[in-house]
């Protein structure tokens, strides 16, 4: 049960956006850009790096959507997701991936715990300027929505068909077309 009534059903960071629309807009147009925009990592490498940071912060209900849509556009699936879960450095993804978790692994323990060697070694494993800053602005972001999420004690439903679903759904049509489902846009 929610802190506050949010007048609506809707599980997780929905639930937030149907409540305060003015705030929705914003944020899932950040999500837009961080998930889907231009960019040197995939889309699946994205919400893999979301799903690993909402993991460590036992963030159940972000962790299982961006688990669902890595796994969506990932050939490995959900056993990678699980793997990097629950050990990313003996997960099977290339170097340059595993530095990029190492550096959202310490964004989500503070800023400052980001180090010249999480950067040298995500260069030394060929990620770019571009990777090392998104990495670093998505880890951060998901900090930020995954508190969001549990501060207010959003629901989390269990069953993973609806996370499958609502992946395929932001797989083919990305975060924006969630302000279009909303009955107040």
Partial sequence: ??????GNDEPGV???FRYRPETARPLIELAEVMLRGEGPLTHGERELIAAHVSALNDCDFCYRSHAANAAAQLPEGMHLVERVRDDPGAAPVPDRLRALLGIATAVQ?????VTEAHVAAARAAGA???????TV???AA???VNRYVDGLATSAPDDPAMY??????VAADGYLSLLARSPEH
Avoid: N, Q, V
Wanted: charged share 20%; with cysteine.
């Fill in 128 to 134: 770019t300027d571009l990777e090392i800053h998104d």
């Fill in 109 to 113: 323990r503070g800023g400052e715990h």
């Fill in 14 to 16: 929905r639930g937030l």
């Fill in 1 to 6: 049960m929610p802190h506050i009534a949010l």
């Fill in 137 to 139: 602005l998505l880890a």
């Fill in 142 to 144: 998901f900090c930020m």
């Fill in 164 to 169: 499958a679903a609502r992946a395929g759904h």
